[in-house]
């Protein structure tokens, strides 16, 4: 019987592994968990949220809102699980991450023409065509294995994961709910800060004992993932401008914009979790409470994780792979997820999905797909495959990868046009290769 090898289990192996599924061909799906464990998964469950329970922008003005959107549009399993699973967060789409989890993990399993593996795999499968989607956690046997493979070295980068405190520990008094300018209703605790708490927290964030790295591995941080006591030693008012910006907010008891605030969202549907919002870091964790409870409203917070750093994998992809996400030299291995040179869940998802489709073309005969480069799929896999790659580095979705638009429109206008402009092609696309749903 035809079949497929997806190697991972996260979000773009999940998705992978259902594209091909849901088109009748069988899958063999790997994942090492619960057998083996990572530093950063706490569940065996597939497509473990492990840094936030974001998935960030719902609105097709926003760049990864309308990748998700276009997703939706191609029978995702992470979008639809998503939606299944969200809990209000603004005009972000969060979720309750293990019943999100959950979701993903019970879809596959009940689907027959899917084969789950639960054991940890350390070389590349002979049996083709293969999907690595291995993801930023790739067991290190595996990845000396493919550092081997491509000749390339070293593959990694580092990012982290925040805090998340109980909301009965919270104190009540001190915080109040609400979103920036109002939008989507209050669906983020703000814990405001005056100059005098926020100088005081900022020093000692500058002053925090770290955890140290491994001799051997160099240091090698994601801009948009930046530890808070990095962005802290930038400057005075870095944080103000990032995190802990105050800008859309009022504070209810005084009526004013405070000098800086403290978000914490939601991190499951009951509410009794809460993620401090761009609070990923590594410093050790008796330094993250001492310091973490300095801040308004959190004086006896109770930590139910603290912050920690995580080696992440990513392959020179620009050098390795086309479009398609295929080897340039070998076709019959297809690369997806954060291991790609994606940055975010739903980028990571979005190459699952490619991948998965361009396998089963690949295994069927037929050619597989580049997706039109004016969409949000089309402009991230563009980007990671023809990057300069002396200096490639994981990429977040964003306007800056689309194509131009001509005449230059004001940016509400020009966000509005690239996404009409998406939708539309891509549903010339999925009308041409037969990719609409039934």
């Known amino acids: 019987m035809e079949k497929v090898t997806v190697i991972g289990a996260g979000l773009a192996g999940s998705e992978a592994a259902w594209q091909i599924a849901c088109r009748g061909v069988k899958v063999i799906l790997y994942e090492m968990r619960p057998q ?4 950063a998964h706490q569940s065996g469950y ?3 949220l492990v840094c936030s329970n974001s998935l960030r922008a719902i609105s097709l003005q926003n760049a990864v809102g309308l990748l998700k959107e276009e997703m939706r549009q191609l029978n995702s399993l992470i979008i639809k699980c998503a939606l299944e699973a ?3 967060a603004g005009g972000a789409l969060a979720v309750d991450r293990d019943d999100f989890a959950r979701r993903v993990t019970r879809y596959l399993q009940e689907n027959s023409l899917i084969e789950i593996r639960c054991e940890e795999v350390d070389a590349l499968p002979k049996t083709r065509p293969v999907i690595i989607a291995t993801g930023p956690l790739t067991s290190q046997a595996l990845v000396r294995c493919l550092e081997s493979f491509t000749g390339l070295g070293n593959l990694y980068f580092y990012d982290a994961a925040a805090p998340i405190v109980t909301y009965e520990s919270i104190n009540p008094d001190k915080v109040f709910f609400a979103s920036r300018y109002g939008k989507g209703g209050d669906d983020y605790l703000n814990c405001p800060m005056s100059k005098e708490e926020y100088e005081l927290f900022r020093r000692e964030l500058c002053e925090g004992e770290v955890a140290p790295r491994k001799e051997f591995e160099e240091e090698i941080l994601f801009e948009g993932c930046m530890p808070i006591e990095v962005l802290a030693k930038r400057g005075e008012d870095t944080l103000r401008y990032g995190p802990l910006k105050p800008v859309g907010i009022t504070d209810p008891r005084s ?3 405070p000098y800086a605030v403290v ?8 509410g009794t979790l809460y993620n401090m919002v761009g609070f990923q870091t590594r410093l050790k964790w008796p330094e993250q409470k001492r310091i973490f409870r300095l801040i308004p409203g959190l004086e006896k917070a109770q930590f139910v994780r603290f912050g920690v750093m995580h080696r992440n994998t990513f392959i020179n992809s620009p050098l390795l792979l086309k479009p398609t996400l295929q080897m340039r030299e070998h076709p019959d291995i297809f690369w997806a997820g954060q291991i790609t040179g994606v940055e975010g869940y739903v980028e990571s998802a979005a190459t699952g999905l490619v991948a998965g489709i361009n396998a089963y073309r690949f295994l069927k005969g037929e050619d597989p797909l580049i997706f039109p480069a004016v969409t949000a799929l089309g402009a991230l896999t563009n980007y990671i495959t023809t990057a300069d790659f002396r200096t490639f580095q994981p990429m ?4 800056g990868l689309f194509s131009h638009l001509s005449p230059v429109f004001p940016k509400k206008v020009r966000k509005e046009l690239f996404a009409k402009r998406s939708l539309e092609n891509l549903l010339s696309f999925q009308k041409k290769y037969h990719l609409l749903l039934a």
């Open 36 to 39: 083996k464990m990572t530093p």
């Open 46 to 48: 597939f497509a473990e």
């Open 263 to 270: 978000q914490l969202r939601k991190d499951n549907r009951e």
């Open 86 to 88: 969200r809990i209000p």
């Open 255 to 257: 009526g004013k914009q």
């Open 396 to 399: 977040n979705i964003n306007f």
